[in-house]
């Protein structure tokens, strides 16, 4: 099965910038779309960005022109490149990996942008 692990959350200011990473262990990325969502406290899971397997990407309006979703399949990992972050940007990030036969999701990565 699967495993996904976050990493790079931290705490920024606003206007600032991180690099989350989703990397893959036993096994890997082959064939799936990988997306990211956030939850903020008290409210729902919502979706941010997705790859596709060609490397197609989509993304939440909040956040298309300053986030970018890119995938290394080589190294099994993701990233999501946040930039001109906002203080609504402060949540806990998952990623999530999709293909026929996986729903697999990493334990999350906590971002917290202060004003």
């Known amino acids: 099965q699967v495993q996904l692990v976050e990493s790079g959350g931290g705490l920024v200011q606003a206007g600032g910038s991180l690099r989350l990473s989703c990397a893959a262990s036993r096994g890997s990325f082959s064939g799936a779309a990988v997306g990211w969502h956030r939850q903020a406290p008290g409210k729902q899971r919502e979706f941010v960005a997705t790859?596709?397997?060609?490397?197609?990407?989509y993304y939440a309006g909040s956040v298309k022109g300053r986030f970018t979703i890119s995938r290394d399949n080589a190294k099994n990992t993701v990233y999501l490149q946040m930039n001109t972050l906002k203080p609504e940007d402060t949540a806990v990030y998952y990623c999530?990996?999709?293909?026929?036969?996986?729903?697999?999701w990493g334990q999350g990565t906590q971002v917290t942008v202060s004003s």
């Open positions: 790859i596709g397997r060609d490397s197609s990407t």
């Open positions: 999530n990996a999709v293909r026929l036969g996986l729903d697999a």
